[in-house]
């Protein structure tokens, strides 16, 4: 019904940058708050960012001044722009959207994408 799918993981170096997407497609009436969590080997799931539809933001104190969430409701992503990436921010990183599909409203995850911060 309704699919996440996230791009822009990868490599890089420490103090590098990266910027991962997250589009929404599918049956859906409107998207509400969107966010990113990430998940490092041997750690239980941490948020890391959140933005609501009213564009609202909250960060985890680990990545604030370095993260920044944004969304394009015209186009359903939401993007997270990672700056001064540190090794410790290492890890599969999943978007989330709470989704209005008729008269309900869903949970939906993204598949992950890594990250890596590496020398």
């Known amino acids: 019904q309704v699919q996440l799918v996230e791009s822009g993981g990868g490599l890089v170096q420490p103090g590098g940058s990266l910027r991962l997407s997250c589009a929404a497609s599918g049956h859906f009436s409107g998207i509400n708050v969107m966010g990113w969590y990430r998940q490092a080997p041997g750690k239980e799931r941490e948020l890391v960012a959140t933005i609501t539809s009213g564009a609202s933001t909250n960060y985890a104190d680990s990545v604030k001044g370095r993260f920044t969430i944004s969304r394009d409701n015209a186009k359903s992503t939401v993007s997270l722009q990672m700056n001064s990436l540190k090794p410790e921010d290492t890890a599969v990183y999943y978007c989330?959207?709470?989704?209005?599909?008729?008269?309900?409203?869903?949970?939906?995850w993204g598949q992950g994408t890594q990250v890596t911060v590496s020398s």
């Open positions: 989330h959207s709470n989704i209005r599909t008729g008269w309900t409203t869903t949970n939906y």
